[in-house]
């Protein structure tokens, strides 16, 4: 007779090919690796975004409009750009120590010749940025792409800061009141860069001033080519023109809000840059400004 009770009790049997009871599931080497790779991707998006939004103290970066050449510069945000630009760009104003309380509006018009004696009488502002609006208004996830106006606006406004003060003249001067010399030239941006080098910038600020002038005045041909309607847009202007309004927020504890400031830059012939696609931005914006106009947003 076989028995397992002895004299210090009943000692229980093994079973045969039993396993221990608290072994868990097997992970496979490949998810462990998927899953590491994860992380390790998150974590280097989570510091990728801490370098762009970082202030200036921290990674060299210029806070708000201090002009480039008064600041250090740092390769960090260059190398950065092309990842952070434009879906996952992040700011650093939302939970700094003094958040930037600006908003910034860009408004278009035309240049047009009229009379025999070929005056150039300007069209009226399209303001952009409230058209713009329609496509945030009522909108899940809006895109920072949807609002490129007040990103241009931004940027050349704090290009043209970064300019000495006797190089600001020069991207202001109106254009001739009569054409009578012949069409405005097509390409007037070399000659503007040997303008405001004579007038003492530095040619690293001048070339961020006109790559942002250049992007301007193309945004500005396709909006006003986008908005022409009738006689308007027959001929075309020989002049587009912007201007930025710089909107600041009431300080905190009080309640008077400053008043804006505009920067009305001079008229530049109408440009087109490689890549941009008049058909589909004229389908977008005439869907943008009948919704806002439905809103009451159109001014």
Known sequence: MNST???????????????PPDAGPVVSGRVRALVVTVWALLLAHFVAT?????????????????????????GVHRALEAYMTPVLAQNWSLFAPSPVH??????????????????????????????????????????ATERPSRRLAAGV????????????????????????????????????RVALLDAGA???????????????????????????TGDDGAAGPVYVQATVVRHALAPYGTAERPEPTELALGARPPVRLPGQGDDAFGATWDALRTGASSRGGDR
């Open 5 to 19: 009770q002895g004299d210090e009790g009943t000692c229980p049997v093994p079973v045969e090919g039993a396993g």
């Open 50 to 74: 801490f370098l762009w939004a970082a202030p200036g103290y921290l990674t060299g970066l210029p806070d708000g409009e201090v002009p480039a050449g008064e600041a250090p510069a740092t």
């Open 102 to 143: 600006v908003d910034y509006t860009l408004a278009v018009r035309g240049i047009y010749v009229d009379g025999p004696a070929g005056e150039l009488v300007p069209g009226p502002w399209i303001d952009t940025t409230a058209v713009e609006i329609g496509a945030l208004t009522e909108h899940l996830l809006p895109a």
């Open 157 to 192: 406004r704090a290009a043209f800061l970064a300019l000495p003060t006797a190089a600001r003249g020069v991207v202001l001067r109106p254009p001739p009141s009569v054409p009578a010399t012949g069409p405005a030239p097509a390409d007037p941006w070399p000659g503007l």
């Open 202 to 228: 530095a040619p690293g600020v001048v070339d961020d001033y006109l790559a942002e002038d250049r992007a301007l005045a193309a945004y500005a041909t396709q909006v006003l080519q986008a908005s022409a």
